[in-house]
Antibody, heavy 119, light 107 residues
Framework: EVQLVESGGGLVKPGGSLRLSCAAS????????MNWVRQAPGMGLEWVSS????????YYADSVKGRFTISRDNAKNSLYLQMSSLRAEDTAVYYC????????????WGKGTTVTVSS | DIQMTQSPSSLSASVGDRVTITCRAS??????LNWYQQKPGKAPKLLIY???SLQSGAPSRFSGSGSGTDFTLTINSLQPEDFATYYC?????????FGPGTKVDVK
């Protein structure tokens, strides 16, 4: 079964750091680019970051550039999001998602992990 | 950045209705447009990609059309399980951007 499982969310104080992980299974992880997408409470979806299959191409939303770092370990079938200098507005459910093709159509999503930034 | 808008922001419909949701991009995105369905507390689900291609497993009552800047998602014969929020997303360039969503609820 193709599956993505996020972990690492939690409660963190403003200015703090957190590292999210996404474990992939059921497909050849190393051949797919990957995305992080987040959703603040009661709000819409926001694309956060993407990384190509070999980590050669990395992109970020302006809202997280300079604070978040996406990475992957193809040997461990894992995707990561290192988040630092966290702000209240980073509070959200964070999803990892697999784009199926060049249309970046995300056909597989994890269930999400919740990050709450609050003092 | 490419801005995505959707209309309406919400609509009320009945089972069996035909529902149309519009998505507009601030510049041409050719056919790099995807549609997702999301239910409360759940991850989004891909319905349509490349503007008009039905994702494997998505019901055939869902269809997409459009190119350039104007796109439409149509649900023919709305079913009880279709009450949800629908998002368009452009994948023409980065940052990828989603529309604000259209909530479809029970009339």
């Amino acid at each position: 079964e193709v599956q993505l499982v996020e972990s690492g969310g939690g409660l963190v104080k403003p200015g703090g750091s957190l590292r999210l992980s996404c474990a992939a299974s059921g497909f050849t992880f190393s051949t797919y680019s990957m995305n992080w997408v987040r959703q603040a409470p009661g709000m819409g979806l926001e694309w956060v970051s993407s990384i190509s299959s070999s980590s050669s191409y990395i992109y970020y939303a302006d809202s997280v550039k300079g604070r978040f770092t996406i990475s992957r370990d193809n040997a461990k079938n894992s995707l990561y999001l290192q988040m630092s200098s966290l702000r209240a507005e980073d509070t959200a459910v964070y999803y990892c998602a697999r784009p199926l093709s060049g249309y970046d159509n995300m056909d597989v999503w994890g269930k999400g992990t919740t990050v709450t930034v609050s003092s | 950045d490419i801005q995505m808008t959707q209309s309406p922001s919400s609509l009320s419909a009945s089972v069996g209705d035909r529902v149309t949701i519009t998505c507009r991009a601030s510049q041409s995105i050719t056919s790099y447009l995807n549609w997702y369905q999301q239910k409360p507390g759940k991850a989004p689900k891909l319905l349509i990609y490349a503007a008009s291609s039905l994702q494997s497993g998505a019901p055939s009552r869902f269809s997409g059309s459009g190119s350039g800047t104007d796109f439409t998602l149509t649900i023919n014969s709305l079913q009880p399980e279709d009450f949800a929020t629908y998002y368009c997303q452009q994948s023409f360039n980065t940052p990828r951007t989603f529309g604000p969503g259209t909530k479809v609820d029970v009339k």
